[in-house]
């Protein structure tokens, strides 16, 4: 014996299996029957998880709500409606035709605004640098003296200090350095030294710490170091002149000792200029544009990281990741210093692109594996694909994050070197100079030869027709 609302229920149920996404009122009118006996029997399939509401037709979607109310929520089947969600991907996916290696790596140097005419201007365009580079680790002396100029049109160090100097970005070593009880930690221009937004400085100390690493960051410290750390750890943020008082040391031994807790990622300070003065000091560098050796700001030391929610660090840096290159896929991230394994990012990119954040599919030929993209990225990459290219010369230090040459681009990979420098055009890299040595790595025409050589060893940023800019 049926019931008459039990009946209703059997009938939508079935109806909605196979009608697709639909309003009350329209499956009411159907059945000739009151829109309130329709939203009864439906608020009891949704109680029983068989139909879901919302707004999923185009139409409905970009209705506004407190225009239509509730007549524009729409019912459909849930496992009907994870089929059109799964069609509806396949077919966006379907829509994308992926560019060549030389294509993607054309779509990177402007994407990271590296060369006319992409380059940013002022401390706005620096903050956007810092954004996309966020968290990524090179060598100390490469971030001023390579990759931010290449980025920012008439780089100023201050600059920087003063994003530091404003709590906006800080910096520090994230990586674990390695223990060798025979060379005690020092600071060398080959340190490597991240920039990060202070907002993620707590994610990425999460992500790159293990449970033995502060052992491994104390172990090659000399008794200088550990007093200085004592005195950050007990006194908090203090300036040089501070420790030069609490730790008893005379300034070269505080020097050496904040030296050695930068390097072994204990120590950072306020302001980058900090860091210059350090390597000036310790390596003869002239620090850039800044001939003053000084300790502008605070030291503090950096806290051990503790994972309380895993799943918010890991989702971060997949969207950090998505900011930096635009499009990601596991070869992109071969350069990555990451302790997340690529199938915990992939369970984030999915999840973004059921939410209709990003766009997944086949967006760089010749790449195996799943890609993930940000759909202002797909854009720019069809632009790239239909531009003609421009033939100009570009030129990265090796120890840039775009050094993707052997990974991304066919040949022999180029080691993270700060002093070396890679030539490309039109996305293929043609020439490294390492040390006083320009090597070809493809065929240069002999017309063209002399133009490589020019732009690798004056350093120039872009050169047309043999001219440096």
Not at 144 to 161: F, G, I, K
Not at 216 to 243: Q, Y
């Amino acid at each position: 014996m049926w019931s008459r609302e039990e009946a209703l229920v059997e009938i939508l149920r079935g109806r909605l299996t196979i009608s697709g996404p639909t309003t009350a009122a329209e499956l009411a009118g159907a059945l000739a029957l009151h829109t309130a006996t329709v939203d009864a029997a439906l608020l009891a399939l949704e109680g029983d998880g068989v139909v879901l509401r919302g707004r999923f037709s185009p139409g409905a979607s970009r209705q506004p709500p407190a225009a239509e109310g509730e007549a524009s929520t729409e019912w459909c089947d849930r496992s009907l409606l994870a089929r059109i969600h799964r069609y509806t991907l396949n077919r966006l996916r379907a829509e994308i035709e992926p560019v060549t290696p030389a294509d993607f790596m054309r779509f990177l140097f402007a994407w990271q605004h590296v060369g006319a005419p992409d380059l940013l201007t002022s401390i706005e365009g620096l903050r956007e640098i810092v954004g996309q580079l966020d968290g990524f680790e090179l060598s100390a002396s490469a971030w001023e003296r390579a990759v931010l100029p290449s980025r920012l049109d008439t780089y100023d160090p201050q600059l920087l200090d003063m994003l530091c100097l404003a709590g906006e970005v800080g910096w520090a070593r994230l990586s674990v350095p390695p223990t060798d009880p025979l060379n005690p930690a020092r600071l060398v221009s080959a340190t490597p030294i991240s920039l990060f937004l202070r907002e993620h400085a707590d994610v990425w100390q999460r992500l790159r710490e293990s449970g033995d690493a502060t052992g491994a960051r104390t172990a090659g410290l000399s008794d200088g170091g550990r007093r200085v750390l004592d005195v950050l750890t007990a006194r908090g943020a203090s300036f040089f002149n501070d420790l030069l008082n609490a730790a008893a040391l005379d300034a070269d031994a505080v020097r050496q000792a904040i030296g050695a807790l930068v390097a072994a990622g204990l120590a950072a300070s306020d302001g980058f200029s900090g860091l210059r003065a350090l390597i000036a000091v310790s390596h003869s560098i002239p620090p850039v544009r800044d001939r003053r050796t000084h300790f502008a700001g605070r030291w503090t030391a950096l806290p051990v990281g503790d994972a309380t929610d895993r799943d918010h660090d890991v989702e971060t840096l997949a969207r950090t990741l998505l900011r930096r290159y635009g499009v990601v896929f596991r070869r992109v991230l071969t350069r990555e210093p990451t302790r997340v394994p690529w199938r915990d990012l992939t369970r984030v990119y999915r999840r973004l692109e059921a939410r209709g954040e990003i766009r997944g599919g086949r967006f760089v030929s010749g790449m195996s594996g799943e890609q993930f993209a940000l759909t202002e990225a797909v854009e720019r990459l069809r632009e790239v694909r239909r531009s003609t290219p421009d033939g100009m010369l570009r030129t990265i230090s090796a120890a840039d994050p775009l050094n993707l040459a052997g990974i991304i681009t066919a040949g022999e990979r180029i080691r993270a070197a700060a002093r070396s420098r890679i030539a490309y055009r039109n996305g293929v890299p043609l020439a490294v100079k390492e040390g006083d040595i320009v090597r070809e790595l493809g065929g240069i025409e002999r017309s063209m030869a002399a133009e490589v050589n020019h732009a690798l060893r004056w350093r120039a940023r872009v050169v047309r027709a043999g001219v440096r800019s």
